[in-house]
């Protein structure tokens, strides 16, 4: 790859009877030094990285790399309105590409709000870098004007992180943090840059040399360890394919719906995993865990083997760990070693990328059949459909009359459709956008699930949006999330990034609320935000911020607000959906208890026990 300062400049044909213009003098070849500033040899990094989208805010110390940022005709910069903002919507854009996303911001203040966008980014396995500027080297350790050490911050949070010691190691830098952040399991990778490195002179040439001693994830899967799963899949009697959004980052939502099929086991999806296996699929039984579907919950609890697939256990899925499926023996692929028994013990540890995995447990289940070892699941799909028939997700219309938030969501599901992508914040709203909307293809569900970060859906929307363009981007917001990133519509606005927010306005905390209604005695301690006065009015703040915005209060005006907002392609659409206050998220199963003890809709009791 040549830098922006060694491609051959093309002869332009000299006009009619005159003379032949000079040609231009040929630039150095690949890889010669070329004489740049530090901020220069960043940007030109960029450039030969493939970066397309920079999210960030200029200030100090970064100020130097904003120059030649200007000049690029590589790379864009998007101006946001907060760090978290840029953090955000680097992770929507890297789950709408599949490539690494990329957020800048100075130090100090600049960087330390980066802190939240990374550190969920690290939980979800999202690949971002990090640009963050740093006081000049003589300055660092002097509680210098914006020093904060975000290397040390950042440490229990990050792939990889480094502070660039020289102007020389830039290339290197940005090289290494692309390689770390996109290989092996995906995280962020942040690079911090003194001040004088990015004033500096130096020489740029490409590609630099990578030294990454010890950084060698693996790939293929040990074939004894394949065989051996393979074996317990063709004698289980009751076993659960327990997917994990490792399978979407391995991009092996084919492979996987393959393995399905040809085995016939029931499948479950994880919150990070939704869209992964389709939810019309006969064998998809639906989302497992604390607001899981009675159906995934149930079958991972009594299932007799487990094969779970880029998952990591979370306390979210297992609920009390040490009742959770206690007949399964645990099949356990994943990518990061670190994760194999982790939480719960694998009886078969496959380390290994997800694709690569699930190809050769193929092979290996095929190889069984031939053999005659087939395993019959007739009586387990009996228990599983009996469960699902049983109890189907559903809801209660509110007490009060208002419109249902659930009934708000589904229509948008039914209208918007499936190829579109939705994001998310956190809470109740980020419950009924799993259950209720259905998701037939990979890439079309992101949200902020390990770390669990309200303020989450818009940027991340705007990042989805600028990434993939021509799908429809719809956020799921809370009235309480909508609260904390909403200035990004700003960000919408100006730069023509047509997002549709959908605020579920239900005037409190909603997941709160919730908690304090089943565990507080209905005290409402803080929890009411005061929308539902319209304080502040949504709708008057969406205009405010540059966007078409629309109240909905009945459910005869949900469908129109939809259409409309799915006409509007010039700007941002912001919905204010004024939803009842006491709408409860089912099934649950409440923190601290077992997964046997799932309760569904208002029938608060253990749909079954640990003995049946």
């Known amino acids: 790859m040549t830098s922006a300062t060694s491609r051959q400049v093309p002869v332009p044909k000299p006009p009619t009877g005159t003379a032949p213009l000079p040609r231009p003098k040929p630039g150095p070849p690949a890889g010669t030094p070329v004489k740049v500033t530090g901020a220069q040899s960043l940007v030109r990094s960029l450039e030969a990285v493939g970066a397309e989208v920079v999210f960030g805010i200029p200030g100090g110390c970064i100020l130097p790399a904003y120059d030649p940022l200007m000049d690029s005709t590589k790379v864009r910069h998007i101006l946001v309105r907060h760090e978290q903002g840029a953090g955000h919507a680097a992770q929507g854009y890297a789950q709408a590409t599949g490539k690494v996303g990329v957020c800048m911001a100075t130090s100090g203040p600049g960087a330390t709000n980066l802190v939240t966008p990374i550190a969920d980014a690290y939980m979800d396995s999202v690949p971002i870098v990090a640009i963050t500027g740093q006081v000049p080297r003589a300055s660092i350790g002097t509680d210098a004007f914006q020093e904060a050490d975000i290397c040390g911050i950042t440490m229990p949070i990050t792939k990889h992180n480094v502070l660039v010691q020289s102007p020389e190691e830039i290339p290197s830098a940005i090289a290494e943090a692309f390689h770390i952040a996109a290989t092996g399991r995906p995280g962020p990778v942040l690079v911090d840059i003194p001040k004088d490195c990015l004033t500096a002179e130096t020489t740029f040439s490409w590609p630099p040399e990578l030294r990454l001693p010890g950084y060698k994830p693996a790939s293929r899967p040990h074939g004894k360890q394949v065989r051996e799963a393979a074996k317990l899949i063709s004698k289980a009697k009751r076993p659960v394919l327990y997917v994990g959004g490792g399978v979407l980052k391995a991009r092996a939502s084919e492979e996987l719906r393959e393995l399905a099929e040809l085995t ?26 604390m607001h899981g579907s009675v159906s995934a919950v149930g079958a991972m609890q009594r299932s007799d083997l487990l094969i779970a697939l880029g998952a990591r256990f979370d306390d979210r899925v297992t609920g009390q760990l040490d009742s959770f499926a206690p007949d399964a023996t645990v099949v356990h692929a994943d990518i990061d070693p670190a994760e194999i028994s982790k939480n719960r013990k694998a009886d078969v540890p496959i380390v290994g990328d997800c694709k690569q995995v699930i190809r050769e447990l193929i092979d290996a289940v095929k190889a069984e059949h031939e053999d005659g070892h087939r395993a019959d699941l007739s009586g387990w799909w009996v228990q599983c459909d009996s469960w699902k028939n049983t109890f189907p997700l559903g809801y209660d219309e509110p007490d009060d009359g208002m419109l249902s938030p659930q009934y708000v969501i589904s229509r948008i599901g039914e209208l918007v459709g499936p190829e579109a992508i939705y994001t998310s914040g956190v809470g109740q709203h980020q419950m009924w956008a799993a259950q209720f909307i259905q998701y037939e293809r990979p890439g079309s569900w992101f949200n902020s699930a390990g770390l669990g970060t309200m303020g989450f859906a818009v940027p991340a929307a705007m990042g989805a949006k600028v990434g993939d363009p021509d799908r429809q981007v719809w956020a799921i ?16 606005a100006v730069e023509g990034i047509p997002v549709k927010i959908a605020v579920i306005n ?22 009411d935000l005061g929308t539902h006065r319209f304080i502040p009015d949504f709708k008057l703040l969406g205009e405010a911020l540059g966007c078409v915005a629309i109240r909905v209060t009945s459910p005869d005006e949900v469908d129109a607000a939809i259409k409309q907002a799915m006409e509007i392609n010039d700007r941002p659409v912001v919905i204010d959906f004024i939803v009842g206050k006491d709408a409860q998220v089912w099934p649950m199963v409440a923190a601290g208890t077992g997964n046997h003890e799932i309760m569904h809709a208002r029938e608060v009791r253990p749909l079954f026990d640990e003995d049946e």
């Not at 029931?266 to 039984?285: E, I, K, N």
């Not at 239900?506 to 929890?527: A, D, E, I, K, P």
């Open 264 to 289: 016939g086991i029931p499948v479950v999806t994880t919150l990070t995993a939704r869209g992964a296996f389709p939810d019309s699929h006969r064998q998809h039984l639906g989302m497992p865990g």
């Open 477 to 492: 917001d809370g009235d309480g999330c909508f609260q904390m990133t909403n200035q990004e519509l700003a960000t919408c």
């Open 506 to 527: 239900n005037g409190n905390l909603g997941m709160v609320r919730q908690w304090q209604t089943l565990f507080y005695n209905q005290r409402y301690s803080n929890t």
